[in-house]
């Protein structure tokens, strides 16, 4: 995989999103929410369609809106469905995502990435809008939701919601990206700064409440967990975000314990897939594809003691059931939720 960077700054360029159609209640994009009529296409090493993940678990929308998940290492044609019987995704029936896109747009040029919606009965690429799926997750799809299910983006708490993923996003979930693929000096200090400065922000905040915002489990917890979990597996060596590793972060450390050990976060985390995805993947950084065996996991198992913070997680709500059994995660090293 090329990773696109600036020449003169050696920033790393991220691709824009392309697909940006909206499946919503009214169906005003000519996508209504129907059950069964998606699939969330996914890689469970990538912490954007991670975020996705989480949420279907917390809302109960599994059996709604099925998922397909990638081989987490991409060939010259990108993500594909070599874990499954005969390489094909056994619903789509295709072998790589790039034929959603390609179904959606035959003139499509630009990278082929998830998390990616695909309408099953067209085969065509929905949207591949990340930040926005989630949102409408949540939002739109209400009629599937199952009982019990929290409310992850409340009305009255998303101006402070959006502010604290607007600065997550540039100095947490990107900023990771930016230090890992920058190719000059100031590119990476700049990016590495900013990274640890906000994550002390955060712990600051993070002390004396159990979750970012209001005192229940928001978007804004899932869009910092999905960076958190793999920060110490791959952030801190791979992309040389190594000022403390996460376990050398008191309070961050506890708060994605907490949260890991929350049903719907990490029964969707495959530290298999996260490690073989990026030291395989990106050459640049990582010539050699030799994939670290370490770190020891079991520390995400034991007590974080965040309950003494008070808070509810589901709010009025109730947390969700097991994984679907054929979504269980093995867990090779160690770490189980
Ligand atoms: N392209 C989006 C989607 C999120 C993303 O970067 N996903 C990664 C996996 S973690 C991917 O699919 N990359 C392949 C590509 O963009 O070609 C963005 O960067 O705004």
Redesign the pocket.
Known sequence: ?TIPTDPETGEFR????HFDARITADGRDGWPVEAGRYRLVV?R?????SRGLVVRRLLGLESALSVAVADPI?DDK??RFTLDPGGRDPVLGIKYLAEAYHAADPHYL??????AIVDIPSGRLVT?D?PRITLDLSTEWTSLHRSGAPELYPERLRDEIDAVNAGVYADVNAAVYQAGFATRQSAYEDAYHRLFTMLDVLSERLERQRYLVGDTITEADIRLFTTLVRFDPVYHGHFKCNRNKLAEMPVLWAYARDLFQTPGFGDTVDFDHIKR?YYAVHEQVNPTRIVPLGPELSGWTTPHHREQLGGRPFGDGTPPGPPPEDERIEAKDGATS
Request: proline share 9%.
């Open positions: 995989m991220r691709s824009a999103n890689s090493a990538c912490p954007w369609a991409q990108s993500w630009d990278g082929i990435s998830v998390p591949n990340y995805h």
